[in-house]
């Protein structure tokens, strides 16, 4: 009796233990109804190779970790929400006469296997033939929920090989099993930069009624979004619905949660990427999102083809730069501290890489009282340390443009200043020489004297900031306000006055 008890206890037992390790193991018919996709997730890239020296950064990494996210989930799609046709320094180059303005980042895109973007704003900074000719080139699909193309009086999709770019797409991912999802993928842009050629509907009414329309049609929808931050949240809370906002706009990496709907950025760049890896449950309509931010840098191989890309064009800008007189390897200076010039400070405060170029830009003017720099003529969104190549300036300032010298009266160089602190944030922030100083008491101080409304001062500013065409600064248009006079410059491409960019080589050089 006492054996047979024994016997049967064991029994019991091994069939619990084997129950258990049936009940542990995932039911085959629940794992056939999940489905499961990833989105590699960059924006706002202007350089198509490294930053901070090439430790950061280049989309020959970015291609390669495409490559082994594939080969982990062959549902792998890469994405780029906007702002990469312009500003680079490449982009101002000229071929036979013809400015390059972004052909780099398409050919280097296409080569790294992008397969979905949407427009940033500074896309628009490009003439209207461009822009049509950069989408045409490319091999990745464009969504337009909101953006459309204006002309001939008519309002309709840019297109691209003649079909209509869409208002939004459906991807079908699915399992090994062969069961499949549908996903929507909307693109929405900021109204920020609007040229005639460019027109845009609502954002947020835009996406409300496209998600109302396809949500009979798709298990659930994700946006690639180029907005500020405030504009996600309010999207997110216009159109719950949309499960992940993929964005951009902002340069520094941020994720939140508003609601049920997730919203992150990676670095502009490319320095760091967002991996979305969702899995969605088809029998239970479960989606969880998993968002992991990996830095891309020397960890990452970088892709053969895509690098092979990125040196052709390097090869180009070599010879290009040349031409107009610059050696990109040529050393210049070395910095005893870095020099700011990330966009998140310089459009916010006063930085030691604005204050150099202010400072350079006075020398080429010596009777000038003062020099106001645009941050947004500021493209590098870097620090630079050590040694300082010319290379380095030109990533600087990639749009160069002349410095000029005028005179104005007190009051209008007051309310010039005003508008730099409503810009604060922008590039229409100012960035000024250490001689000016604002009291909370006295108003603006320039060298320690109160600055007189009725009193003609002598400025030095970069060429943007007398077009009138900057945030709060249509006063300052040159050829509209009276108040603006003796405008000078020089046109001989020799002097650092006809070339920001020369002119800052020039001063480190006498530092």
């Known amino acids: 009796m006492k054996h047979f008890f024994s016997s049967a206890f064991w029994f019991v037992i091994l069939l619990l233990a084997f129950t258990s390790c049936r009940s542990s193991q995932p039911n085959s018919s629940d794992s056939e109804e999940i489905v499961k996709l990833t989105f590699l997730h960059i924006n706002d890239v202007y350089e198509i190779g490294g930053v901070s020296g090439g430790k950061y950064g280049n989309l020959a990494r970015v291609a390669q970790l495409k490559k082994e996210l594939l080969e982990e989930n062959p549902n792998t799609y890469l994405v780029l929400s906007?702002?990469?046709?312009?500003?680079?320094?490449?982009?101002?180059?000229?071929?036979?006469?013809?400015?390059?303005?972004?052909?780099?980042?398409?050919?280097?895109?296409?080569?790294?296997?992008?397969?979905?973007?949407?427009?940033?704003?500074?896309?628009?900074?490009?003439?209207?033939?461009?822009?049509?000719?950069?989408?045409?080139?490319?091999?990745?699909?464009?969504?337009?929920?909101?953006?459309?193309?204006?002309?001939?009086?008519?309002?309709?999709?840019?297109?691209?090989?003649?079909?209509?770019?869409?208002?939004?797409?459906?991807?079908?991912?699915?399992?090994?099993?062969?069961?499949?999802?549908?996903?929507?993928?909307?693109?929405?842009?900021?109204?920020?930069?609007?040229?005639?050629?460019?027109?845009?509907?609502?954002?947020?009414?835009?996406?409300?009624?496209?998600?109302?329309?396809?949500?009979?049609?798709?298990?659930?929808?994700?946006?690639?979004?180029?907005?500020?931050?405030?504009?996600?949240?309010?999207?997110?809370?216009?159109?719950?619905?949309?499960?992940?906002?993929?964005?951009?706009?902002?340069?520094?990496?941020?994720?939140?949660?508003?609601?049920?709907?997730?919203?992150?950025?990676?670095?502009?760049?490319?320095?760091?990427?967002?991996?979305?890896?969702?899995?969605?449950?088809?029998?239970?309509?479960?989606?969880?999102?998993?968002?992991?931010?990996?830095?891309?840098?020397?960890?990452?191989?970088?892709?053969?083809?895509?690098?092979?890309?990125?040196?052709?064009w390097?090869?180009?800008?070599?010879?290009?730069?040349?031409?107009?007189?610059?050696?990109?390897?040529?050393?210049?200076?070395?910095?005893?501290?870095?020099?700011?010039?990330?966009?998140?400070?310089?459009r916010t405060t006063q930085t030691n890489a604005g204050t150099l170029i202010v400072d350079a830009m006075a020398d080429v003017f010596p009777e000038a009282e003062l020099a106001v720099l645009g941050s947004g003529s500021v493209r590098l969104d870097d620090q630079l340390s050590g040694v300082v190549t010319e290379y380095d300036i030109l990533r600087m300032l990639p749009f160069g443009g002349k410095i000029y010298q005028f005179n104005t009266s007190g009051e209008v160089l007051i309310q010039f200043l005003d508008a730099g602190i409503k810009n604060k944030g922008s590039g229409g922030y100012l960035q000024y020489q250490e001689k000016l100083k604002f009291d909370a008491q006295k108003g603006w101080l320039l060298n320690g004297k109160t600055i007189e409304k009725e009193k003609q001062y002598t400025l030095v500013t970069n060429d943007y900031n007398l077009t009138g065409k900057e945030n709060n600064m249509e006063f300052m248009n040159a050829e509209t306000n009276p108040e603006i006079k003796n405008v000078i410059s020089s046109d001989d491409i020799e002097s650092p006055q006809s070339d920001i960019r020369k002119a800052v080589i020039v001063y480190l050089e006498k530092l």
Not at 316 to 336: H, T, V, W
Not at 337 to 346: K, Q, S, V
């Open 82 to 312: 906007g702002d990469f046709l312009n500003p680079s320094v490449l982009g101002t180059l000229k071929i036979d006469g013809k400015r390059i303005s972004g052909a780099q980042m398409v050919d280097v895109m296409n080569a790294a296997k992008v397969d979905f973007v949407t427009f940033g704003n500074h896309e628009f900074d490009l003439k209207e033939d461009e822009v049509l000719e950069r989408i045409n080139e490319s091999d990745f699909e464009w969504i337009a929920s909101n953006t459309f193309y204006y002309a001939n009086e008519k309002i309709q999709p840019f297109t691209r090989d003649g079909n209509k770019l869409p208002i939004y797409l459906t991807i079908e991912p699915q399992n090994s099993a062969g069961e499949s999802i549908k996903v929507g993928i909307l693109g929405i842009t900021t109204k920020y930069n609007q040229p005639e050629f460019v027109r845009y509907t609502d954002e947020y009414e835009t996406a409300k009624n496209v998600q109302q329309e396809i949500e009979s049609k798709t298990d659930f929808t994700v946006a690639l979004t180029h907005l500020l931050e405030s504009e996600d949240e309010k999207l997110a809370g216009i159109v719950p619905e949309l499960k992940l906002l993929m964005g951009g706009h902002d340069h520094e990496n941020m994720k939140f949660t508003y609601g049920q709907t997730i919203m992150a950025k990676a670095d502009a760049n490319a320095r760091t990427a967002y991996i979305h890896r969702l899995t969605y449950n088809k029998k239970t309509k479960g989606l969880q999102i998993d968002s992991e931010l990996k830095s891309i840098d020397n960890s990452i191989g970088y892709e053969p083809v895509t690098k092979v890309a990125i040196e052709k």
């Open 314 to 346: 390097d090869n180009i800008a070599d010879s290009a730069f040349e031409a107009q007189g610059f050696d990109p390897n040529r050393e210049i200076y070395k910095l005893k501290e870095a020099l700011e010039a990330r966009e998140a400070l310089i």
